[in-house]
């Protein structure tokens, strides 16, 4: 069986998405996807802010994990669930999109170790808002 386009690639990872639905209900966007890398965005709506009008730490949290473990699971190209992340918030998320780009650093035939960052568009900047390092594991693995 021949490989897939880029695009078909993107496709089908945006048809896993659609499949879970904790991201519909987020309104998670996967923009970019290939072998090791992905981009994954929200744009934000206030039911995404907490008390201070930032976007939530849950929210951010989800994005670089979701992110991470698409960079993982296209690296390994198997099922792979999150084993272990973990986020450090640089500056609150004010603006108007979150945006997470993940790649896989370290992949063995058991699990991938990715790294993410998270940043906030707003009036057409990007800044970063949370750096994450996660560890995507087989599932069902050895």
Known sequence: MSEATPAQFLAM???VLQTQPFSRLLGAELTALARGHCQLEIALRPEHLQQHGFAHGGVVSYL????????GGTAMAVPVVTSEFKINYVRPAVGERLIARADAVAVSKTQAVCRCDVFVLKDGQEKLCAVAQGTIA????E
Do not use: I, P, V
Not at 65 to 71: K, V
Not at 138 to 141: K, P
């Open 13 to 15: 990872g945006q048809e």
């Open 64 to 71: 670089a994990d979701n992110a991470l473990t698409y960079a």
């Open 138 to 141: 087989r599932l069902g693995g």
